[in-house]
């Protein structure tokens, strides 16, 4: 059992409330899932490359590592330290080095993308996005998640969201039978998952399912003739939310919608808090149905 919540703002006028609204949104879920939580938040787009990273000893990692990356880079490397993360803006075309320095120094990849930005802990929702300043964060749309592990270990790199592509992410309530299959085709297809996690396994078919040039609602669709077991699947991209549920549908699910916004939970208090929720569009998204809205 696990909650996940969305928010993808039609308009800008709530822009600067997304961060504040997503908080209130996963605390309500926290009795589904105590043992992690993860938010990732969509805002504007930065001049570069924006790489989030993690260390379980960021003060030893994170001393002088904007000047090391922007000699090793021969160009300006910005970082911006938040708690155990920290958000490097990085130039164009760097990544793949940034990466290996990252892997060589024991620093983890939470996500790469000029629009997202990905903080995930061990721990309650309210004691993460306390720590990384969710409350004050904007942006245009955001996904998250709080976690009952029944599939691997409860640490960092086993919360949610996954992020397996630039701006792509996915949260997940369920699990997967076909998982380990699925591993070796998607590792051919050069989208190897670097966990145990079988939500990674979900967010790697995706990022697989748009590098072949489908758009977001048919690598949602694919999910449903793939990958086999009981999922909810939310997912975010830099212009698009969508969301689908396996063909039996038993893990909770609940959207509204309004002028100004389109909203996922695992249970309808997670909307509590959300402005004219009392006048929105309320309903239960069919199973084998795929949702998506896009910029």
């Given at each position: 059992?696990?909650?996940?919540v969305g928010?993808?703002?039609?308009?800008?006028?709530?822009?600067?409330?997304?961060?504040?609204?997503?908080?209130?949104?996963?605390?309500?879920?926290?009795?589904?899932?105590?043992?992690?939580?993860g938010?990732?938040?969509?805002?504007?787009?930065?001049?570069?490359?924006?790489?989030?990273?993690?260390?379980?000893?960021?003060d030893?990692?994170?001393?002088?590592?904007?000047?090391?990356?922007?000699?090793?880079?021969?160009?300006?490397?910005?970082?911006?330290?938040?708690?155990?993360?920290?958000?490097?803006?990085?130039?164009?075309?760097?990544?793949?080095?940034?990466?290996?320095f990252?892997?060589?120094?024991?620093?983890?990849?939470?996500?790469?993308?000029d629009?997202?930005?990905?903080?995930?802990?061990?721990?309650l929702?309210?004691?993460?996005?306390?720590?990384?300043?969710?409350?004050?964060?904007?942006?245009?749309?955001?996904?998250?998640?709080?976690?009952?592990?029944?599939?691997?270990?409860?640490?960092?790199?086993?919360?949610?969201?996954?992020?397996?592509?630039?701006?792509?992410?996915?949260?997940?309530?369920?699990?997967?039978?076909?998982?380990?299959?699925?591993?070796?085709?998607?590792?051919?297809?050069?989208?190897?998952?670097?966990?145990?996690?079988?939500?990674?396994?979900?967010?790697?078919?995706?990022?697989?399912?748009?590098?072949?040039?489908?758009n977001?609602?048919?690598?949602?669709?694919?999910?449903?003739?793939?990958?086999?077991?009981?999922?909810?699947?939310?997912?975010?991209?830099?212009?698009?939310?969508?969301?689908?549920?396996?063909?039996?549908?038993?893990?909770?699910?609940?959207?509204?919608?309004?002028?100004?916004?389109?909203?996922?939970?695992?249970?309808?208090?997670?909307?509590?808090?959300?402005?004219?929720?009392?006048?929105?569009r309320?309903?239960?998204?069919?199973?084998?149905?795929?949702?998506?809205?896009?910029?």
């Amino acid at each position: 059992m696990c909650g996940i919540v969305g928010l993808f703002l039609k308009k800008d006028d709530l822009r600067p409330r997304l961060g504040d609204l997503l908080t209130d949104m996963l605390i309500t879920m926290t009795d589904r899932g105590p043992d992690s939580a993860g938010i990732a938040i969509y805002g504007d787009a930065a001049d570069g490359l924006k790489m989030t990273i993690q260390s379980a000893t960021p003060d030893e990692h994170f001393d002088g590592l904007e000047e090391t990356l922007t000699a090793l880079l021969r160009a300006p490397v910005r970082m911006r330290v938040i708690d155990t993360h920290a958000v490097l803006t990085l130039p164009e075309g760097s990544e793949a080095e940034v990466r290996a320095f990252m892997a060589e120094k024991g620093i983890r990849v939470m996500g790469v993308g000029d629009s997202m930005e990905i903080f995930k802990e061990v721990g309650l929702p309210k004691d993460v996005a306390a720590r990384f300043g969710i409350r004050q964060m904007a942006g245009s749309h955001g996904i998250g998640h709080t976690r009952m592990a029944t599939e691997s270990a409860v640490t960092t790199l086993g919360a949610h969201p996954f992020s397996t592509d630039e701006n792509q992410c996915l949260v997940h309530n369920g699990s997967l039978s076909n998982h380990n299959r699925m591993r070796r085709e998607l590792a051919r297809k050069g989208f190897a998952p670097q966990t145990e996690n079988d939500t990674e396994v979900a967010a790697c078919y995706i990022s697989s399912r748009l590098a072949e040039g489908a758009n977001l609602g048919e690598a949602l669709d694919g999910t449903l003739q793939d990958l086999d077991g009981f999922f909810t699947f939310v997912v975010g991209t830099k212009n698009g939310f969508g969301v689908v549920r396996d063909p039996i549908a038993c893990k909770p699910a609940v959207m509204a919608e309004t002028e100004d916004y389109v909203a996922f939970g695992s249970e309808y208090r997670a909307f509590a808090g959300l402005p004219g929720i009392e006048t929105a569009r309320v309903w239960e998204p069919e199973p084998a149905t795929v949702y998506f809205w896009e910029r």
